[in-house]
């Protein structure tokens, strides 16, 4: 049987259709299981990704890649069971065990919530990461290996498998590369690590950009980049840290200031500048109209005068972080002051001589963003420096239906969240130099 993934908004959808061949891994029974339509979408997953990793384990590592020995599906809502030493009442997750080598998931919260809010995608990815903890005990995980490592190798190796996919060699799952995964990345935003908390603390998976990171690494690099993720590479890219003794809540939670203060954006305005000296554009608060290019909203850029133009009503709604237990709200301070970062970057671009306008300005965009982004970070001595969440910030930003992060002078958005994230990325992670000659 084949089960098509595609995307329809931000939702992955899984349709069935008859006639084809099933994939070439042994078959396990689920124990526990009620047989509805959680369980066989799990199994199908399961059965997919192994045999991904039967066909790619020996090419790469040069050994044989054996199945897991068991599943197990519970519900977490109902009696407790006993699983790999722990109880599963009120445990909605899913696990690898490599006591007796086999994943279970919860059937009766975690895998149908997952589902209804991404599509279904996100729980072949969710089950694709746990078999990625079952490659590193192949592989033979040393005893000692930060939580951190283990989770962000297991994130790249979904990465990996979900190319595979996307490249049309899977049997059991058909996903577009492009529109179809952003539900993934939106599930990894979703169960991301708390703001303020430490990458090297226990249990740790990190935030929302370390792990598209290192899901990036293994799509566009394969499953031999994943495994030479150590804990010095995390420690050099990883923004993921915790509050410090001077951050306080102004009543937007710590990490947050208002975006309409008059100081913060003066500091917005100098970081800018040192990042990109040669480009001097007018900053104004009024939304004078544009001979050549629309006001885009909530921040704009005139090529004609030079001129950027703010929102500031629209800003502060973008800034204001979502409160627990509310609906709408906006994202977060440095969603806010990275929409203006990338309408300045855009002087930057046309200075150079570039085109601001179609599918590669709007990566080149985001990638400069990112640049601008990376010289200030916690401890650069920057006017406005990164405080913990605000790279997750700006993935939210660039996961949205629209975003202006990764968008031209026009506004029109880069085509998937995939490739907005990676060209922030590329940015933030390298140099302008990167953004100029890959972005063209």
């Known amino acids: 049987m084949l089960r098509i993934i595609t995307a329809i908004a931000a939702v992955a959808t899984v349709v069935a259709c008859a006639g084809q061949p099933a994939a070439p891994t042994v078959d396990l029974p689920v124990s526990g299981g009620d047989g509805g339509a959680i369980d066989k979408l799990a199994a199908d997953a399961v059965t997919d990704v192994q045999a991904f990793w039967q066909e790619t384990f020996p090419s ?205 954006q003066e500091q917005l305005i100098r970081t800018l500048r040192a990042a990109f000296p040669r480009s001097q554009p007018t900053v104004t608060r009024a939304r004078a109209r544009c001979a050549d290019a629309p006001l885009t909203s909530p921040v704009a850029y005139c090529p004609s005068t030079n001129v950027i133009s703010l929102s500031m009503q629209d800003l502060v709604k973008i800034g204001t972080p979502p409160r627990r237990g509310r609906e709408g709200g906006g994202i977060g301070d440095f969603a806010a002051f990275a929409e203006i970062a990338s309408r300045y970057v855009l002087s930057v671009q046309q200075s150079a001589g570039l085109t601001i306008e179609g599918p590669a300005a709007a990566q080149r965009t985001a990638c400069l963003t990112g640049t601008w982004a990376a010289t200030i970070v916690s401890g650069s001595g920057a006017a406005l420096e990164l405080s913990p969440g605000d790279l997750d910030e700006a993935v939210a930003e660039m996961l949205a239906p629209k975003s202006l992060i990764a968008a031209d002078v026009k506004g029109a958005s880069a085509s998937s969240g995939f490739d907005r994230v990676e060209a922030f990325r590329d940015g933030f992670l390298r140099s302008a130099d990167t953004c100029l000659a890959k972005y063209r």
């Open 60 to 264: 790469t590592f040069n050994g044989e890649f054996t199945p897991v020995r068991r599943l197990v599906s519970y519900d977490s809502t109902g009696a407790s069971q006993e699983f790999c030493g722990a109880k599963t009442a009120g445990v909605p997750n899913a696990f690898y065990c490599p006591a007796d080598d086999s994943i279970a998931w919860d059937r009766g919260e975690l895998l149908p919530m997952l589902s209804e809010s991404f599509g279904e995608a996100s729980v072949v990815a969710v089950l694709a990461h746990e078999i990625g903890h079952a490659v590193q005990l192949r592989l033979g995980d040393r005893p000692g290996t930060p939580t951190i490592v283990r989770e962000q190798q297991a994130d790249c190796y979904t990465g990996a498998y979900f190319r595979w996919t996307t490249d049309g060699k899977s049997r059991t799952f058909k996903l577009d590369a492009g529109q179809g995964l952003n539900p993934i990345l939106s599930t990894l935003f979703f169960i991301r690590d708390a703001v303020g908390s430490d990458f090297d603390a226990q249990g740790a998976h990190g935030s929302a950009f370390d792990r598209v990171t290192a899901f990036q690494f293994g799509f566009s690099e394969g499953p031999a980049r994943c495994a030479r993720i150590d804990i010095a590479e995390i420690s050099r890219r990883s923004t993921q840290q915790k509050f410090g003794p001077d951050e306080r809540d102004v009543g937007l939670g710590k990490g947050n200031i208002r975006v309409d203060d008059a100081q913060a």
